[in-house]
């Protein structure tokens, strides 16, 4: 007989700085959840005008970006550049190393530029591979509407009530959807058993229902479930004033120890070190390092100044 997956934790998303002037609200990756296989961060980040991440180096892991509102501009030391809108994603694989710069567009409104960054580890036997780009438009998405019109879900990757994703666009397993939910709507979401799995509520209330327990799940709240079950449950009540939001991001748990310091994503202590050796004599795979300079000219921080402050804020978390 098919279950709900219940709750393990739910709390709030705190907002911070980060980068050169942004601001996050950190869920996964914080003291309060930190290395949840294969999921290691998960930021909703706000980036205005003069703000963004400039230069800064990756390794060991893959970034998935989601965006919401606005524009950010990519580029990297091997010439790869690019631009995401609202609702495109930008799947991007580190690999043995990437030094690349995110920054976001001036909206003639003067609107800030919102989105998702998820960053998921790889696989120990492909912390060396490639780096590599996946984008996702927002007109590739497949959509499915269920409860008579009253869910809406974005299929972004993985499969939801007969409906599956264009493509898979990530080395380590995971699903992803973007579900909003009419007041009065109703969605049961299968996931793959066993697998870690999040729900971040990015607009209204949500609430999720376990057996005879239902719990509502505020704005900016991420909830957590535990990994026995089959599905996850969630709902809006026919009298809220408005929908809710959530992204569902469920992944497949990684048997391995997770080393981390910054954007280097590793194994065991040794591998750390050799990452940091390997970015500041730009070698095994950032040869193109050295030299390279994008985005810094618009911020107030040189790229070398830049990079440790990058640094030093992912190790907050």
Known sequence: MATARAIRMAFQAIEQAEGAGARVRRSIGTPKLRNFSPFLMLDHFTIGKGAGFPDHPHRGQETIT????????????????GTIGPGDLQFMTAGRGIMHAEMP???????PNVGMQLWVDLPKKLKYVEPRYRDLRATEIPTVEVDDGRVTIKVISGQSHGVDSVRDLAYTP???????????????????????AFAYTLEGTTYISSGDVTKPINQFHNVVFQQQGDYVEASVPENADKASRFILVAGQPLDQNVVQYGPFVCTSQEEVYQA???FQTASNGFEKARGWERF??????????????????????
């Not at 567009?105 to 609107?111: A, L, T």
């Not at 992803?176 to 299968?190: C, E, L, S």
Request: contains cysteine.
């Open 105 to 111: 567009h001036e909206n003639p409104d003067g609107s």
């Open 296 to 317: 810094y000219e618009a911020c107030a921080y040189t790229p070398v100044a830049q990079t440790l402050l990058y640094i030093e804020s992912c190790l907050l978390c």
């Open 174 to 196: 995971l699903w992803f959807f973007d579900i909003t939910i009419r007041p009065g709507g109703h969605v049961k979401q299968i996931l793959p058993i066993g697998w870690n």
């Open 66 to 81: 989601y965006l919401l509102s606005g524009g950010v501009d990519h580029e990297d030391f091997a010439g790869n550049r």
């Open 276 to 278: 940091m050796v390997d």
